[in-house]
């Protein structure tokens, strides 16, 4: 069952246990204050803030949309029936429908379970917003969707040069 598409379920499971791991670690480790509690591994560079948002990505919608954690199961329900019953997928689309899976997860469990995300990585040389695990590996799954697309359209047009 788990032999078709097995770069899709390493991937999703691989970033869902990094994910949970790395949320329970900060929940244990930081105390949920106001301000935020910060550990600076590089000075006003890369630090550890445990923060929790209610919303969706860079807080949006902050007020606490329910329909966020439906959203995440939806999505997560799609891509176990794409991997069980879809074709077999590139190697690229596998790792990036993975990836999405594993953040979609990941994020839908603290929704569901605590009604907001646990976020984390806080990167204050760019002032970006903090962000967890997640976050990531659904961006890591957009880069490899995109990555998957332009060496499927380079493909396509190296057979149609050669015809």
Same mark, same amino acid.
């Given at each position: 069952?788990? /032999? ?10 691989? $970033?869902? *246990? ?23 591994? +590089?000075? %006003? ?18 007020? $606490?949309?329910?329909? =966020?954690?439906?959203?995440?199961? #939806?999505? /997560? *329900?799609?891509?176990?029936? =794409? ?6 997928? /590139?190697?690229?689309?596998? =790792?990036?429908?993975?990836? +999405?899976? /594993?953040?979609?997860?990941?994020? #839908? @469990? %603290? ?9 984390? &990585? ?10 967890? &695990? ?7 799954? +957009?880069?490899?969707?995109? @990555? ?16």
């Amino acid at each position: 069952m788990f /032999s078709k598409n097995r770069f899709f379920w390493f991937a999703a499971l691989a $970033g869902l *246990v990094l994910d949970r791991l790395s949320k329970f670690w900060v929940v244990y480790t930081f105390p949920l204050t106001e301000p935020p509690q910060t550990l600076a591994l +590089i000075p %006003d560079v890369f630090h550890f803030t445990y923060v929790v948002n209610t919303g969706a990505a860079f807080s949006f919608f902050a007020q $606490g949309v329910g329909w =966020l954690r439906w959203l995440s199961l #939806g999505v /997560s *329900v799609a891509l176990l029936l =794409l991997a069980w019953f879809g074709p077999t997928l /590139s190697k690229w689309e596998q =790792l990036g429908y993975g990836f +999405i899976l /594993s953040g979609a997860l990941g994020n #839908g @469990i %603290d929704r569901f379970i605590l009604g907001q995300v646990v976020d984390f &990585l806080d990167f204050r040389l760019i002032r970006f917003p903090v962000f967890n &695990l997640a976050d990531t590996f659904i961006n890591v799954g +957009i880069v490899c969707l995109l @990555i998957s697309s332009f060496a499927q359209s380079s493909n396509s047009t190296n057979r149609n040069k050669s015809s």
